[in-house]
């Protein structure tokens, strides 16, 4: 199994929509980082937390450290956020403490 | 502008050869990781460097060895022991363990 689970691992979805991405961790963390990556291939951290809730425009993230649970919201979806999002969590034990593990990602096509 | 670049973009190997990606940041930073990216999968580390003239071999490091004689540069080589080493590579650095993470716009590696 899976250290970090995404769902789903596709998603389409119609302009406007809003848009909802889970990530389940079964290990001890640090912290939790929600992550882009667009069709060339580069990579963008949208959010790094630890507890609660974080927003950044219309991205809201949102952590259960208890469930070892994280959400990732789009509100008002639009074409340009096509991309992977992955979920990735920082471990905090061990001899790779600091490492990160990643989801595999969840590919989301919004439709004019 | 702050920032990681890698290159090339896209590089091509022949059996036998080693071949070398490049990874500079001017951030300032003292970890700098190496994550491979196959389709379908999760990212998984190579190599990480907390600090200049050491590293740590990651999940998958056989087959490939790095130096970090300054702080602004990480590269990798792909020695002619890796084996399927067709992949995306992206170089990642931060300043500290439970900071944000800076990706590269990666490298395609493709065997010839």
């Known amino acids: 199994k899976n250290e970090v689970e995404q769902s789903p691992q596709n998603l389409t979805a119609q302009e406007g929509e809003f848009i909802t991405i889970n990530c389940s961790y079964s290990v001890g963390i640090s912290a939790l980082h929600w992550l882009q990556q667009h069709p060339g291939g580069g990579i963008v951290s949208l959010f790094m937390l630890s507890s609660g809730k974080k927003k950044h425009g219309r991205l809201i993230a949102t952590i259960n450290i208890q469930e070892k649970h994280s959400s990732l919201h789009i509100t008002a979806s639009h074409p340009r956020d096509s991309a992977v999002y992955i979920c990735a969590v920082t471990r905090n034990y061990g001899g790779s403490q600091g490492n990160l593990i990643f989801g595999k990602g969840t590919k989301l096509s919004v439709k004019p | 502008d702050g920032g990681i670049t890698q290159s090339p973009k896209y590089l091509f190997r022949k059996e036998g050869q080693n071949v070398t990606l490049s990874c500079e940041q001017n951030?300032?930073?003292?970890?700098m990781y190496w994550y491979r990216q196959d389709p379908g999968q999760g990212l998984r580390l190579i190599y990480y460097?907390?600090?200049?003239?050491?590293?740590q071999k990651g999940d998958i490091a056989e087959g490939y060895s790095v130096s970090r004689e300054k702080k602004e540069s990480f590269p990798l080589t792909v020695t002619s022991a890796q084996k399927n080493p067709t992949a995306f590579y992206l170089c990642a650095s931060r300043e500290a363990t439970n900071e944000k993470l800076f990706f590269g716009s990666g490298t395609q590696l493709s065997v010839l």
């Open positions: 460097s907390q600090i200049v003239n050491d590293f």
């Open positions: 951030l300032n930073h003292d970890a």
